[in-house]
């Protein structure tokens, strides 16, 4: 029900209105019937009232008076005038308080229902838009720390004009001391969960003056927003002193966080501290020289405190460098020498420690790297394409740190398969040399020279290759195969010793006679009666 308030100076009409209309099913609540503007005034300042309907000419205060007063006063309120005369001048003022109908004496009270239906319409359209007023306010009121950490964030990393900072600020209750800033980023391990953040906010708020802000960016790493409130007219001396104290300070906080985070024993905490900028048109400066060194941090794979000043002077990584260091753990690769291929990665990630890497460079040169290593061990036949031993692994370039023990991982099984290679090409040539052999030892002009020809092999990496594989030199083996056939010669044969000795390849029969002895502990003639036996 809205509640409305009747006003009019003659009883009659008063108690003629009160009677004639249906209040209730219209809508409304006749509040009170009065007699003047006075007693109206006084009525709204302890009772609600949603509409007033009242007689212009009244002694006190009169119809136009009391709506100048409801106007000023309640302007929420809803005012009807009635008039016995029709003159344009009361209309003509009663527009300037807004009042909302103005009607004509007598009026009846079908007359008068029309007109209460048509506002009790406006009234329900204007409830509606306060309700849904007070709704949106309600929402704005819970989204407020959102929105205020939003200006904050769209502030310092440059997304606001200066123009528009300073209308906001005001409304977003930032306290701006137009002195220092300095802008710090903290790197949370990824594990935490909401709240292990809120232990840490808490933890710094200790640290904080009230003028300092703390606030999540999209990555949701913690943002530290530090001010100090002197500088501007003061001599340059003063300002750096200034400066330091800040910085100080900024190291002070993120100490206190390093600890704090360190102490629960969890993973990498990475810090970067931006430098301390005099203007606030500049703190963008400040928010990427802290982004910077904390993807620094990130990129080394450690945990630590880093100022945008330890790494601006640092060269960043030479191309042509590079891939001259690449190129030397390829042909490490290639000679075998894993202590050589050691010592060439060590030298890569080396290089990579001492100079300026973005977390974008790093991914770049550690993904090209793994690319050259793939291309490598595709060339030498080391992979297939189900082959899963050495995988892209995009997650191991996350920092130079798990990067390098990936590489010294890759290179291992790498260099594994080499050998493994080798190991069986020089089984099967050494397989090969033992069927030469055998199909050619009978030859009394059969050398060491013939069967390095046949192998494409030199004579030292033959018989190395041979003593390897067999344990045996080649004329060794060469004569083991001749007195071994002698044998079978001499147990399944009647042919004299010289002739058996021919056949086997000795050109000088009394020499083997003497090999023959040497390898079996017996002539030939010996051998053959203890077969006999």
Request: glycine fraction near 4%; aromatic fraction near 10%.
């Amino acid at each position: 029900m809205y509640r409305l308030v009747f006003v009019d100076d003659e009883s009659i009409i008063r108690e003629g209105i009160s009677s004639c209309i249906a209040w209730e099913p219209l809508g409304f609540s006749l509040a009170a019937l009065l007699e003047n503007g006075q007693q109206a005034i006084e009525y709204l300042r302890t009772h609600p009232v949603d509409i007033v309907i009242s007689d212009i000419k009244m002694p006190k205060i009169d119809g136009l008076e009391l709506s100048r007063l409801i106007h000023e006063q309640y302007p929420q309120i809803m005012v009807l005038l009635l008039s016995g005369h029709d003159d344009f001048e009361y209309a003509q003022e009663a527009l300037k308080y807004q009042v909302n109908e103005f009607l004509l004496k007598p009026i009846t009270a079908d007359e008068l229902t029309e007109v209460l239906k048509r506002v009790r319409g406006q009234l329900d359209t204007q409830r509606q838009d306060l309700d849904l007023q007070a709704e949106l306010q309600e929402k704005l009121e819970a989204s407020f720390p959102l929105l205020r950490e939003r200006f904050l964030y769209r502030m310092i990393s440059g997304r606001l004009e200066a123009s528009d900072i300073a209308q906001r600020k005001s409304y977003f209750q930032w306290e701006d001391l137009h002195g220092l800033y300095q802008i710090a980023v903290i790197r949370i391990p990824p594990s935490w969960d909401q709240l292990d953040r809120l232990s840490l906010a808490e933890h710094m708020k200790g640290y904080l003056l009230p003028a300092d802000e703390l606030l999540s960016n999209r990555e949701e790493n913690i943002v530290l927003i530090l001010q100090d409130p002197v500088c501007g007219s003061e001599d340059p001396q003063t300002c750096r002193a200034y400066s330091t104290r800040v910085k100080q300070r900024g190291y002070e906080i993120a100490r206190s966080v390093f600890s704090f985070i360190s102490k629960r024993g969890e993973e990498q905490v990475s810090i970067g501290c931006g430098e301390v900028v005099t203007d606030l048109s500049h703190i963008v400066i400040s928010y990427r020289g802290a982004l910077s060194a904390v993807d620094y941090v990130q990129v080394l794979g450690t945990s630590r405190i880093l100022h945008i000043s330890e790494i601006r002077n640092r060269q960043t990584v030479s191309p042509e460098r590079f891939n001259l260091l690449l190129c030397g753990l390829i042909d490490q690769l290639k000679t075998g020498s894993r202590d050589a291929t050691r010592t060439a990665l060590e030298e890569i990630f080396s290089y990579f420690e001492l100079h300026y890497l973005t977390l974008h460079e790093a991914s770049f040169y550690l993904i090209r790297m793994h690319a050259r290593l793939q291309d490598f061990a595709q060339e030498m036949n080391l992979i297939t394409e189900e082959d899963e031993s050495i995988p892209y692994q995009t997650d191991y370039f996350v920092s130079i740190n798990q990067a390098k023990g990936f590489f010294t991982r890759t290179i291992t099984t790498i260099e594994d398969r080499i050998e493994a290679k080798r190991h069986d090409n020089t089984a099967s040539r050494m397989d090969k040399a033992r069927t030469i052999i055998d199909a050619r030892f009978t030859e009394k002009d059969f050398s060491l020279q013939d069967i390095c020809d046949e192998l494409f092999l030199s004579t030292s990496q033959f018989s190395y290759l041979f003593k390897e594989a067999t344990g045996s030199t080649f004329v060794e083996y060469l004569t083991g195969r001749r007195i071994e056939q002698a044998k079978v010669h001499l147990k399944n044969s009647s042919l004299k010793a010289y002739e058996i000795a021919e056949l086997v390849g000795f050109s000088d029969p009394r020499y083997f006679s003497l090999i023959f002895k040497r390898l079996t502990g017996r002539t030939p003639l010996e051998y053959r009666r203890s077969l006999g036996a």
